[in-house]
């Protein structure tokens, strides 16, 4: 099992660095599973937290804190 980013809230595991670009430019890093991720949409608007957790949620899935988030909704 692997440790994941609990602070940013994140389903990757630790050391993994992301950054966000310019233009819905954004990229992440997991080198203990050796990931590359690197996302591009074209837009002006600003891309918040949410685009990188939801990139990193369809590959490792929820964190423990969005599942029962998800479980109360419902």
Same mark, same amino acid.
């Given at each position: 099992?692997?440790?994941?980013?609990?602070?940013?809230?994140?389903?990757?595991?630790?050391?993994?660095?992301?950054?966000?670009?310019? /233009? #819905?430019?954004?990229?992440?890093?997991?080198?203990? =599973?050796?990931?590359?991720?690197?996302?591009?949409? *074209?837009? %002006? !608007?600003? /891309? #918040?937290?949410?685009?990188?957790?939801?990139?990193? =949620?369809?590959?490792?899935?929820?964190?423990?804190? *969005?599942? %029962? !988030?998800?479980?109360?909704?419902?």
């Amino acid at each position: 099992m692997h440790r994941t980013l609990r602070i940013a809230g994140l389903s990757a595991p630790q050391g993994t660095h992301y950054w966000y670009g310019a /233009l #819905g430019t954004w990229f992440w890093v997991d080198p203990h =599973n050796e990931i590359v991720f690197v996302g591009m949409i *074209q837009t %002006r !608007a600003p /891309l #918040g937290p949410d685009i990188i957790a939801a990139t990193m =949620n369809n590959v490792y899935g929820p964190t423990a804190g *969005q599942k %029962r !988030a998800n479980a109360s909704s419902h």
